[in-house]
């Protein structure tokens, strides 16, 4: 609603990934959706929930994990459609809507907590979930961190810090810290 100044809106896509026969899949963040457009364009349905879905990653083979602005970090098993939670509130508190990840060689999930953050209230967060489940907060003070990705040698994690219109570069140490 709020991107469409209150009007209708039809969809939101984001979130592309592919498989490896080609298969597109991608989120529908307005109607809880993720749909799989095949190599021939056509569209289906894979799964729908009461959630706002967004970035997605492989993991486990042929499952996604997915941020979910409503839901944390949910996983979806691709071949029954079926969605759980993976990740959802750090301790007790809630997560802000989690927007975007990146997945580590070692498995460790990085990803951001950008609610409505920007200039105004800079508390937009990253965290990193390492392989062992804990959960670490690197940042509390961006705003609206968006987009995010690790350097391809992973000594490097990248920001857009979307509505203070700059990327962030953070040195990550050999720990993922």
Aim: hydrophobic content about 35%; some cysteine.
């Amino acid at each position: 609603d709020a991107n469409q100044g209150g009007g209708e809106i039809d969809s939101f896509l984001e979130g592309p990934v592919f498989d490896d026969a080609g298969n597109l899949y991608v989120t529908d963040i307005a109607f809880g959706r993720v749909f799989c457009v095949d190599p021939n364009g056509q569209w289906d349905l894979v799964a729908q929930w009461d959630g706002e879905p967004n970035e997605m990653m492989y993991i486990a083979g042929k499952k996604l994990l997915i941020t979910d602005y409503k839901n944390g970090l949910v996983l979806l098993d691709i071949a029954s459609g079926h969605v759980k939670p993976y990740f959802s509130r750090k301790n007790t508190e809630s997560f802000k809507g989690v927007n975007d990840l990146a997945i580590s060689a070692n498995g460790d999930i990085y990803f951001t907590d950008q609610g409505q953050t920007g200039l105004h209230d800079p508390s937009g967060r990253v965290y990193r979930l390492d392989n062992t489940g804990r959960l670490n907060q690197l940042l509390s003070n961006v705003p609206s961190p968006n987009g995010i990705v690790l350097s391809p040698d992973e000594k490097f994690l990248f920001v857009a810090a979307t509505r203070g219109n700059c990327v962030w570069r953070m040195p990550l140490q050999t720990d993922g810290s």
